[in-house]
């Protein structure tokens, strides 16, 4: 009896694990893909660097995972009257307590462990490559160009043959208007700089004057500074584990974690007094339940968002 009611924890923990963590990573995947240039990044790039935010995404979700799943395996189990038959045959709560608390006990054993380690060293892979992604273009991956703005000073059209890059037309802005065409030649980018090394073309200024100055060439180096940008900087406390913020003595970080596992306790153990001892498994105080839960996390994330001191937040941890 306690595998089985142990069986339907997980079940329940399960078709409620895969649901909001399929719906978060499609909401993560498709913003990645809208906010990304697809002339620029492959989509399976993009696919890769979403799988990143998973062990983040479960972190986040656990909570509301387990609020839910509880809920719904104990609504099951009271409208099929299996809690019913379990009194009935002389059974006290200690049948259905056990299961439940070694349930309880494996949940925030993986909370622990996705907390303080994996999920920071994951997340910080995630953001690592998501700034390579959006700091470089990748000039070998593109298909086709339509008019590519580098910057707001310069657009580049070209054609693409394989790996080899013609009729390469460029226009920018420094004193001057400029216009340039070349047959074939190389584009790269390297750091904070666009490379072209042109071959056979010609380059036109437009004087201010009126005038047309026109330089002919049969190879060209040109270069041009992105303003956009900017170097690594890793400063998101997401991406710090537990060994990390114990030598940086990062106190407040290591609280949030720890209450974000604590807070697994205080779920089980509402449930058990105000719906388990209680036997109150109707829609209304399961609902009850799930809001008061519910509420906790949120009012817990938005103390957390404010970035207050380490004595504040023990003190609101505490109450």
């Known amino acids: 009896l306690n595998i089985y009611i142990f069986n339907e924890l997980l079940k329940g923990f399960l078709l409620i694990f895969f649901i909001f963590i399929s719906i978060a990573w499609l909401l993560q995947f498709t913003r990645l893909i809208s906010i990304s240039n697809l002339l620029q990044i492959d989509t399976l790039s993009i696919l890769v660097l ?4 998973i062990p983040n995404l479960f972190t986040i979700t656990l909570p509301f995972i387990v609020i839910i799943g509880i ?16 009194y009935t045959l002389g059974l006290n709560t200690k049948v259905i307590k ?3 608390f070694i349930f309880s006990i494996s949940i925030i054993l993986i909370s622990i462990f996705f907390n303080f380690y994996l999920s920071p060293n994951i997340y910080e ?4 490559n998501e700034y390579e992604l959006r700091n470089k273009i990748n000039f070998e991956k593109i298909i086709f160009s339509n008019f590519l703005k580098l910057n707001k000073n310069t657009i580049i059209d070209f054609k693409k043959n394989k790996n080899s890059f013609n009729d390469i037309f460029i226009n920018y802005t420094d004193s001057k208007e400029n216009i340039i065409y070349s047959k074939n030649g190389s584009i790269s980018k390297k750091e904070g700089k666009y490379i072209f090394r042109l071959d056979e073309g010609f380059k036109l200024t437009l004087l201010k004057n009126g005038d047309i100055e026109k330089l002919e060439f049969e190879n060209y180096n040109l270069e041009f500074e992105d303003n956009d940008f900017s170097k690594y900087s890793n400063f998101d406390k997401n991406t710090s584990n ?41 829609i209304k105080n399961i609902i009850f339940f799930i809001l008061s839960s519910a509420s906790l996390l949120i ?21």
């Open 50 to 53: 979403s799988i990143y935010l």
């Open 71 to 86: 809920s719904i395996t104990f609504i099951k189990l009271y409208k099929d009257r299996e809690i019913i038959t379990i």
């Open 98 to 100: 056990k299961p439940l």
């Open 125 to 128: 892979k995630y953001k690592l």
């Open 242 to 282: 537990f060994i990390e913020d114990f030598i940086s003595k990062d106190y407040l970080n290591l609280s949030y974690k720890f209450f974000d596992s604590f807070i697994f306790i205080i779920i089980f153990i509402f449930f058990y007094y105000y719906n388990l001892k209680k036997y109150k498994f109707n």
């Open 299 to 319: 009012i817990n994330q938005l103390i957390k968002n404010l970035n207050s001191s380490f004595i504040f937040y023990i003190f609101f941890t505490g109450s």
